[in-house]
């Protein structure tokens, strides 16, 4: 049986940056993943699935060696937000120039990220990329850990460390068929999103519940410039936000009921152009052209343990949030980078990384901090996305008196960002 390590089930944004923390660090590491991001698409296409991404995220995939990588294929600055209430007078506008800041934060599509980490991982000696492959059994009984994985293609995209060739087994060695490979490890890692295969498996509970909304995403073009600002509109049906790109698109994300969403999604080009314009309230102008729409229902879950003997959960497998801040993927980053740190400590100091010993120091150092997070933008989504004439008023003046309130306006911007508090070294600049 090959020897790793730490597993890695999900090869996305989050499991496949803890890939590259763990293999940078010498660990010998397995991402195990269903299907490969794409490798290439058109020049002057624009996916509708991107993230906000903080100064704390940048650093890590700075650190990570992939930013420059994601630059080439397109990162989009925005400098300034501006954030208003449909129900009222309140607005509130953050520049990043006020707190001596270059940007505060990057629009980048998913699948840059994706791409980026993923060419990464195969290039470092001791990760091995396992892809395309499916979990369908885990014992966290044995020493160590063992998962079962159903291959089912030969495809090239797996990848063996320093090329070499490695024999598929079962646990009593006897050489299985080639769909099949049975690896272990003494801790694995479940990267694989809000609908977790791996926790489910190891019996891990949630907690949460479906929000009434939906998120609309699409790529549009508004008739003016977006000068490099994000633009969130507050309808008392959810939050609609413009947000840049370099090209002078915009992605959209607009939040709303499902009945709604289905309808946006479904309308002509023409129609969709003009429901955004109207819930932008032309801010830009008119939307002149749109891309292909999606959605995605929106829920908050947050795991009840982030941890037991072998195993640990990060990023969506833990937690999942409402995006009407853009901190989904923000968060997951910071879990990579926090679980990097304890298992550096525990191999420098000759601990098992998979012990529960090991594992709380990373469950305490990211449950909190995510909950935190999690509790504010519920309570933001709660607060702004109601038709209540009274919070209306309440909600419009903390918003004007927060515009006016210098200091609390510059630390929200320096906390959003990232460069405020405690951070995992990942999250720091080095490079």
């Known amino acids: 049986m090959t020897g790793h390590d730490v597993i890695i089930v999900g090869g996305g944004m989050v499991g496949a940056a803890l890939g590259c923390a763990l293999g940078d660090l010498g660990l010998r590491v397995a991402v195990v993943e269903a299907r490969a991001p794409v490798a290439q698409w058109p020049a002057d296409s624009v996916d509708a699935r991107t993230s906000a991404l903080t100064r704390a995220s940048e650093c890590v995939l700075r650190n990570l060696g992939v930013w420059d990588r994601m630059v080439a294929l397109r990162v989009s600055a925005y400098r300034a937000m501006h954030v208003w209430d449909q129900a009222g007078f309140g607005e509130i506008h953050f520049d990043s120039a006020e707190i001596g800041e270059p940007d505060l934060g990057h629009i980048v599509e998913n699948r840059v990220i994706q791409r980026a980490l993923w060419d990464r991982l195969g290039e470092i000696a001791t990760v091995e990329r396992i892809c395309p492959a499916r979990v369908v059994a885990l014992d966290l009984s044995g020493e160590p850990p063992t998962l079962a994985l159903d291959l089912s ?11 070499r060739s490695y024999p598929t087994v079962t646990n009593d060695g006897v050489t299985a068929p ?44 508004p008739e003016r410039h977006h000068r490099e600002t994000a633009w969130q509109h507050f309808l008392p049906t959810g939050p609609v936000a413009l947000l840049p790109i370099d090209d002078g698109r915009c992605s959209l994300v607009w939040s709303t009921p499902p009945e709604h969403a289905a309808a946006l999604v479904g309308m002509p080009d023409e129609e969709f152009c003009r429901a955004v314009t109207g819930a932008t309230q032309a801010r830009l102008g008119s939307i002149v052209e749109t891309g292909s729409r999606a959605l995605f229902p929106l829920r908050l ?20 949030i409402h995006p009407l801040a853009g901190q989904g993927v923000n968060l997951g ?23 529960m010993a090991t594992l709380r120091r990373y469950e305490r150092a990211r449950k909190g901090a995510n909950l935190a997070m999690m509790g504010a933008m519920d309570f933001f989504k709660r607060l702004f996305s109601n038709d209540n ?31 405020s508090g405690e951070r995992p070294s990942l999250a720091t600049r080095r490079r």
């Open 301 to 320: 879950q947050h795991a009840e343990n982030y941890v037991e003997p072998g195993l640990a959960l990060v990023g969506d497998a833990a937690h999942a």
């Open 389 to 419: 004439a009274a919070l209306a008023v309440a909600r419009n003046l903390g918003l004007r008196a927060t515009d006016l309130a210098t200091p609390v306006k510059h630390a929200i911007m320096r906390r959003a960002l990232g460069v």
């Open 178 to 221: 080639s769909t099949a490979r049975v690896i272990a490890a003494p801790l694995i890692v479940a990267a694989d999103g809000a609908q977790s295969v791996l926790r489910t498996m190891a019996g891990l509970g949630t907690r949460g519940w479906a929000y009434d909304q939906h998120a609309v995403v699409a790529v549009v073009r």
């Open 333 to 355: 980053f910071l879990d990579a980078a926090s679980l990097a740190d304890v298992l550096a400590q525990a191999r420098m100091r000759g601990r098992p990384l998979g012990a």
């Open 153 to 163: 293609t030969t495809d090239e995209s797996v990848s063996r460390p320093g090329g």
